[in-house]
């Protein structure tokens, strides 16, 4: 992984090897801050970049499949029709009357994974938060193998 500072107007950010202009994180206010503090704020974002670019970059040389091994179904409420995802982007309308005790948005969802192939899968759901932190929380943070035409579910903790 590849990433640039750039310190100006007393700010500095994280962004791409020649694209200066498109932060790819918060940019950290520079006035009145001590060393330790930009140091450790400069570190942290930087081992999430990174930790994101890996799995962002992750490849498998086997997977030239004629067709999607995985069927991906979303759906926000248990009584909702599943919505298959597999292979484009939709538009999903959140409910925006979910809050936290702290008084922060939040989304409940559920996905169905189903195994397409002959053979049995395993599977791993990784979650990429808006602060660029990755988790397996859907899965309890553990591999599942599924059996040919069986399913898996995740759930939003």
Do not use: C
Not at 8 to 29: C, E, K, S, V
Not at 39 to 50: D, G, I, S
Not at 73 to 101: A, V, Y
Request: aromatic share 10%; glycine share 2%; hydrophobic share 40%.
């Amino acid at each position: 992984a590849s990433f640039s500072l750039t310190i100006f107007g007393n700010t500095a950010a994280i962004h791409l090897p020649n694209d200066p202009y498109r932060p790819l994180i918060a940019q950290i206010d520079l006035e009145e801050k001590s060393n330790d503090f930009l140091v450790t704020n400069l570190t942290n974002q930087l081992k999430a970049l990174v930790k994101w670019n890996y799995y962002a970059t992750l490849t498998n040389p086997d997977s030239e499949f004629l067709s999607p091994p995985i069927k991906i179904e979303i759906r926000l409420h248990q009584n909702d029709d599943w919505k298959d995802i597999t292979s484009m982007q939709h538009q999903i309308t959140p409910f925006m009357d979910r809050k936290t005790n702290a008084g922060e948005y939040y989304q409940q969802y559920q996905i169905k994974v189903t195994n397409s192939t002959n053979l049995p899968i395993l599977v791993t759901a990784l979650v990429l938060g808006s602060d660029m932190s990755i988790s397996a929380d859907p899965l309890d943070n553990v591999t599942k193998k599924i059996a040919p035409n069986e399913f898996v579910l995740f759930n939003e903790h």
